[in-house]
């Protein structure tokens, strides 16, 4: 039955980098990484789990926050060695610094630009660290 998560080119730590990309715009919202129990939760609940590497544990996206990630379509690339998550955002947030997306920073004459703005206070969402 793990055929499909055989196939995956798990890096040296065992973990394939992930992109969530929004199913209706198309963004792409976040890089993240998976290993094994990640992808095989997230195809077994239809809800994004992903691997920390800061906290080296296992977490769902919004377990905290309630921004989860409902799947649409899990791709695999030409390499097998990047997953695509087709997801339906909720809340419009999918970054931890209260943002629709965690790329908002932009290149601009040499320095790096919040381009997009933060729609809630993370101290709202997660309270205070």
Not at 38 to 49: I, P, V
Request: charged share 30%; hydrophobic share 40%; glycine share 8%.
């Amino acid at each position: 039955m793990s055929e499909w998560l055989d196939a995956v080119k798990w890096n040296s730590d065992g973990l394939a980098p992930v992109i969530a990309q929004d199913a209706l715009a198309g963004e792409v919202l976040t890089l993240a990484w998976m290993n094994r129990e990640a992808l095989d939760r997230t195809a077994q609940t239809g809800f994004a789990h992903y691997w920390s590497r800061s906290r080296s544990k296992l977490w769902k996206k919004g377990e905290r926050s309630g921004h989860v990630q409902k799947i649409r379509e899990i791709r695999l690339d030409c390499d097998n060695d990047a997953i695509l998550l087709v997801v339906e955002q909720s809340g419009g947030i999918a970054c931890h610094t209260g943002r629709r997306r965690c790329f908002f920073q932009r290149l601009e004459d040499g320095t790096w630009r919040a381009v997009e703005p933060v729609l809630k206070d993370p101290k709202a969402i997660y309270g205070e660290e």
